[in-house]
């Protein structure tokens, strides 16, 4: 506990909003939309509720001054009349309530797809998402790029989930709702970011001991920044013969070690699905599910020993000597 | 209004000799009374809230900043899934059965309950199974070694607890403890149920009843199609786990939902099981401190067995984000929604017995009271949470946490405290310090505002539930630390409450018979009663019997 | 002390019996926890990926099936025979509710030997197989429960120590294997005829 507390605080407000009243897609601005009418109608349901208790409280307490405090108040029974009124309202009050709830579930759940929507197939696991674009023939993890959608023209991004494992949940707030990734089912929901930027969120659902650092960014490009990232992301991996010599003697400690029988780097001899695919691991910003930026330092320290950072992470302690440690940082640094 | 006798003068009958301290204990151990199995109940369940509470506190801390290190993971998932299953089902159900066991005979005018023998076995085999659940900590062993609790979470879901996920024994610690704690529950509920319906005095006709003794009736007919469920769940994991059977088996086309279904059929109602007897208590504190009838006795009856029947086919709102389909979805809001009608009915019903009424604020009326105000607020997050869309985004955070802590703490543990100051008197002969009870409201009231008011606004900033540690870049640090501190002074709180009950019992005023004034048959019997509680039993002609004796130019039989 | 107002009854203060409330309340219990195996079975039923079905290795068991049912005829007897003080009757009929239960658990065995030896079928195999002896075999444990209730209602009745005074607790005892046999009943129907 040695950082400046002071620092932390200062940053609660300002990047990195989670926040479920900052919509930014179409699925959280109608969740965002009803959630003012039913806060509406409770608060003022409290405003009358606690200030009728409040009041009676107040006003009916025994007081020992008064003329008869130690007689009993009459004796009321019941009030057919007060009664039923006070049935009444309340199924109004659920009628009305149902009736706007069931538009939004409809308008989200049974939403028609258009033709220009992207594809994506999210396999949870633990403790990291893995992201393919069927259609491209991409296949990557925990950072997913998706494009922006203009409301006139829309892109929306159908997302189908299931999971590898025990039971997630896909929640990034400031775009939609939470939906789980359950094994042996197949969940679908939508996205359609209308604003470029960084949306952050993380896994919903217990699903183990690193539940925590299961995290989730979801990059919304601009049309020409998605084309440019699928572009890269569609090349085979940097299997340069011009790499420099620790990279190819990184490289081929990678290809003779265990790390292949977990790990896929497209076109070359590793093809483990255990894990996430590293073929572009050099792209992203952060490795261990978002958890860490992807620096060399980072990267070198947790191929070292992920318990350090992520205890019950998956992936063993690779007990490689310095050399080689050194050597596979400096290769998988040029997976870009 | 209080009618305490001061203490006797010294008397010259006959007073018997001391007992030995092993017959003494041997009493109790196989005792098969009624009054003393209700206060081993509440006396166990006292000890494991104290427990539960100082796992809670653990929790808070480690959750005060982002990237904390005060526990592991590994901890911090054991204490959450501990803290839940020894709330529900060790602090929870035994405190309430506990309270229903001493009291639903002496308000029927029956000298025990129907089945005695099933009452002690009941007790013991939850007992058992409470402290099952903590051998864990020596005994299990889980994914990192020996000593390991259950870190499944209390909903266990599957295939989380799958022999592959959670390997070693602390899954079945669980498991079992729960199971022979449901045991427990089956037999006390049909005690219960049994006493009422066939051991009522002469005269007190099932409309007749005190409101507490139906809502313990609706409770406990609610325990046998809702802890069953759990049970069979519970043998199909178990079976999965150790006979190879498939029925949370994904690999082999099981279903996860199924459980979840399985669960949630057991967990909703389950909810309602601890709610509705924390209704029972209010039914009959706010008219005696209101020092009025309760408003609307039929309306009461109807909404509470209204409750009891709606609270079974809710479960799936808690499954909002599984991908039921639209339909489902729809189905379980509205359900959900409809549960709001009777409970507001009751809560407008106390309101209305308040109302011109002459409030007297004792200990227990202020945390009535305070219960009234709460449970408003729980029960209006509530119909938030059943807006299915909302709940897709605000379920499985901190906002559906802080929703069910409301009710829990700021519903039920309210009222349990003032169930305490109110019946205190009766179980023990002494009235607990009524300047102690007040501290005890304000302090414990400041902590429960500040750790569960706050708490709702992590969730609405996207904070997911079970998760041992956070980013610092979400903006959820300064609401968690708000939370954390408001759990010192529940904890302050709960310790002077332990307090006044020890110091009371040796040094309380003694409280005589009826020190509250009140109406129903329990206040007609000495304090504490004798073991045969009614030296006649009683005939009975109204729902307040003593308000007959003590008024009678105007009893009630007349308006009935 | 106690002074509550003493109205002449006008009617005799009767309520229901504890034995029978209380059993009532027991097979209220014990049925939801019956429906819940009796859902996982139908929720599961074709979606095995492999092993047998149910309509390639499952028989009707129609004469176990009548031998239990009738059993509940012959405990009805042996409650009857008690209530009138017949005790010789009563021991009879006990027997013969022994012997039919037992019949009905032996014919199980006999079916699951077959299952599992000849057709491969275990709790492992597959769905049926997990859903299929899980649900059957809670029912059949009632059944072993209730035969030991019984036979030992049968040696009180051959040893005298059981009298028409008793009466009340066979008839809980009887209502108790009722419940079983309509579960079988259920049992039957959803296995053996909707699942086939």
Not at chain 3, 83 to 101: F, I, Q, Y
């Amino acid at each position: 506990m040695s950082r400046n507390i002071w620092a932390l605080l200062s940053s609660d407000f300002s990047h990195g909003s989670t926040s479920i009243f900052a919509p930014a897609g179409t699925p959280a601005h109608s969740i965002f939309s009803l959630s003012l009418l039913v806060l509406g109608i409770t608060t003022a349901i409290f405003l009358i509720v606690a200030g009728l208790l409040l009041f009676a409280v107040i006003r009916y307490r025994h007081r020992a001054s008064d003329a008869n405090a130690s007689q009993e108040p009459p004796q009321i029974y019941g009030s057919t009349q007060i009664e039923l009124s006070w049935t009444v309202i309340p199924v109004l009050i659920v009628v009305l309530l149902f009736l706007a709830t069931t538009r939004i579930i409809l308008s989200t759940q049974n939403a028609p797809k258009p033709a220009a929507a992207l594809d994506v197939t999210i396999v949870g696991h633990q403790y990291w998402w893995e992201f393919s674009y069927p259609k491209l023939g991409i296949v990557t993890a925990n950072e997913l790029h998706i494009p922006v959608s203009d409301p006139k023209h829309p892109t929306p991004t159908y997302l189908t989930m299931t999971s590898a494992d025990t039971d997630h949940s896909f929640w990034v707030p400031r775009l939609a709702g939470k939906m789980d990734l359950i094994p042996n089912q197949i969940n679908t929901m939508w996205l359609d970011p209308q604003t470029p930027g960084l949306y952050l969120g993380q896994c919903a659902q217990y699903c183990g001991i690193q539940h925590a650092k299961m995290l989730l960014r979801v990059y919304a490009d601009s049309p020409a920044d998605f084309a440019a990232w699928v572009a890269r992301q569609q090349k085979p991996a940097n299997n340069d013969a011009t790499l420099d010599q620790q990279a190819v003697a990184g490289r081929a400690v990678f290809q003779h070690s265990v790390c292949i029988s977990c790990h896929t780097v497209a076109g070359t001899v590793a093809t483990g699905r255990f894990g996430p695919d590293l073929t572009h691991l050099a792209s992203r910003d952060t490795i261990a599910s978002g958890s860490l930026p992807n620096t060399p330092a980072n990267l070198r320290a947790f191929i070292d020993n992920p318990a350090a950072f992520k205890p019950g992470a998956l992936m063993p302690a690779m007990h490689l000597n310095q050399h080689d440690l050194d050597a596979v940082t400096a290769y998988l640094s040029t997976l870009k | 209004m209080a009618t305490h006798t001061s203490a006797p003068a010294p008397s010259t009958t006959y007073t018997p000799p001391r007992r030995l301290v092993l017959d003494v204990l041997h009493d109790w151990v196989t005792t098969v009374d009624h009054k003393k199995l209700g206060l081993m109940y509440i006396g166990y369940a006292l000890i494991f809230l104290v427990i539960a509470g100082f796992q809670a506190l653990l929790m808070r801390v480690q959750l005060s900043i982002p990237n904390n290190t005060f526990v592991s993971p590994q901890t911090f998932n054991s204490l959450f899934t501990m803290h839940g299953t020894t709330m529900v089902f060790f602090v929870g159900m035994p405190i309430l059965f506990g309270f229903g066991n001493y009291l639903v005979p002496l308000m029927i005018g029956a000298r025990d309950m129907a089945f005695p023998r099933l009452n002690a076995f009941s007790f013991w085999i939850s007992a058992f199974g409470g402290f099952l659940l903590y051998f864990s900590y020596f005994g299990a062993s889980g994914l990192y070694g020996a000593g390991n609790a259950p870190d499944v979470g209390w909903f266990a879901y599957a295939p989380l607890t799958a022999r592959v996920f959670s390997p070693g024994h602390s899954t079945d610690y669980w498991t079992l403890a729960i199971l022979l704690s449901g045991i427990g529950s089956i037999g006390t509920a049909l005690n219960i149920v049994a006493t009422t319906l066939c051991m009522r005095c002469p005269g007190m006709k099932l409309s007749r009843m005190p409101l507490l003794v139906w809502l313990y009736l609706v409770t406990s007919s609610l325990v046998f199609v809702t802890i069953s469920p759990l049970t069979a769940a519970q043998i199909m994991l178990m079976l999965d786990r150790y006979a190879g059977s498939h029925f949370f088996d994904t690999q082999a086309g099981g279903s996860a939902v199924l459980w979840m279904h399985f669960f949630w059929i057991f967990g909703h109602p389950e909810v309602y099981i601890l709610v509705l007897p924390a209704f029972a208590f209010a039914n009959e504190i706010i008219p005696v401190f209101s020092r009025k009838a309760i408003f609307g006795y039929p309306a009461m009856v109807a909404a509470s067995v209204g409750i009891g029947f709606i609270s079974l086919s809710v479960w799936a709102h808690h499954m909002f984000t599984v991908g039921l389909g639209p339909g489902a979805n729809t189905f379980f809001v509205l359900a959900t929604m409809v549960i709001s009608v009777p409970t507001g009915i009751k809560l407008f019903n106390w309101l209305a017995t308040l109302w011109g009424g002459k409030i007297h604020f004792t200990a227990s009326m202020m945390f009535a009271i305070g219960f009234l105000f709460q449970f408003l607020i729980a029960g209006l997050t509530g119909i938030m949470l059943s807006v299915a869309p909302f709940d897709w985004q605000l379920g499985s955070s901190y906002f559906v946490v802080a929703h069910f802590h409301y009710v829990l703490v700021g519903a039920i543990l309210f009222m349990i405290f003032s169930a305490f100051y109110y019946w205190y008197p009766k179980m023990s002969g002494r009235m607990l310090s009524e300047r102690l009870g007040k501290w005890h409201f304000w302090i414990f009231l400041i902590g429960f505002h500040l750790t569960f008011d706050f708490m709702h606004v992590p969730g609405l900033l996207g904070m997911p539930r079970r998760i041992y540690t956070y980013e610092a870049d979400r903006g959820w640090m300064i609401w968690n630390m708000i939370v954390s501190s408001g759990a010192v002074f529940q904890a302050a709180g709960t310790l002077l409450f332990v307090y006044n009950m020890v110091w009371s019992y040796f040094k309380g005023p003694i409280a005589g018979p009826d020190p509250w004034d009140a109406w129903t048959l329990e206040w007609s019997t000495p304090s504490p009663p004798p073991e045969y509680n009614f030296a006649v039993i009683p005939t009975v002609d109204s729902r307040r019997p003593l308000w007959d004796i003590k008024h009678p130019d105007d009893p009630d039989s007349r308006y009935e | 002390m106690n002074e509550a107002a003493v109205i002449p009854q006008t009617t005799p203060w009767v309520l229901p019996s504890r034995g029978v409330v209380g059993m009532a309340c027991l097979i209220i219990a014990e049925s939801a926890i019956f429906t819940i195996f009796v859902v996982a079975y139908l929720y599961y039923l074709g979606k095995d990926i492999t092993g047998p079905t149910p309509r390639q290795v499952l028989d009707l068991p129609i004469f176990t099936s009548i031998c239990l049912l009738s059993s509940s005829l012959s405990v009805h007897l042996a409650v009857s025979a008690l209530h009138n003080a017949k005790r010789g009757l009563c021991s009879l009929w006990l027997a013969v509710t022994v012997l039919l239960g037992s019949i009905f658990l032996g014919g199980t065995a006999h079916e699951w030997y077959k299952l599992i030896v000849h057709d491969g079928l275990t709790l492992q195999t597959n769905l049926f197989g997990t859903t299929f002896y899980s649900l059957v075999g809670l029912h059949a444990t009632h059944v072993l429960v209730g035969l030991i209730m019984l036979s030992l209602a049968l040696i009180f009745s051959l040893n005298g120590s059981m009298t028409s005074k008793h009466t009340g607790r066979l008839e809980v005892l009887s209502l108790y294997w009722h419940f079983v046999d309509a579960v079988w009943v259920v049992v039957f129907t959803v296995v053996y005829v909707l699942g086939r």
